[in-house]
């Protein structure tokens, strides 16, 4: 089973509707509160399912870390929630012990990580640095 299809399945176990709704300028956004939750993926931003996979993530990371805010935050609270998001991301996607894996057969370009992981070469450079501040690499 594919990764975006282990997300579907998480969303699923947990309650979360996924929607797929034009909601204008964001590729994707994520509710939660009182027994509800959901995300809806914008249609325009997600052609392709490496776009689908990071966006849902992201907006599945929000909610299993409780770190969904509203858009007059604190922007520091702001930045710590991404970071405990993008983190879960990564751990999701981008799996230290495979990232290590990888590395140790000669996969180092960010491309070639990025085909291999099947995500963004962005997110690429989001689990080094994540898993650099851990101690981890």
Not at 65 to 91: F, K, Q
Request: with cysteine.
């Amino acid at each position: 089973m594919d990764k975006l299809q282990k997300l579907y399945q998480i969303a699923e176990a947990h309650d979360i509707g996924v929607y797929f709704y034009d909601i204008g300028e964001p590729a994707a956004a994520a509710v939660s509160g009182d027994g509800f939750s959901a995300i809806a993926l914008n249609p325009r931003e997600n052609r392709s399912e490496r776009q689908e996979l990071e966006h849902l993530s992201h907006e599945l990371g929000h909610i299993e870390t409780g770190t969904l805010h509203s858009r007059d935050a604190d922007p520091i609270e702001v930045m710590r929630g991404e970071y405990r998001c993008t983190a879960w991301v990564v751990n999701y996607l981008v799996p230290i012990d495979e990232l290590r894996e990888q590395v140790n057969h000669g996969c180092t370009e960010l491309w070639e990580l990025a085909d291999y992981f099947g995500v963004s070469e962005s997110c690429i450079l989001d689990a080094i640095k994540i898993y650099r501040n851990r101690g981890l690499l």
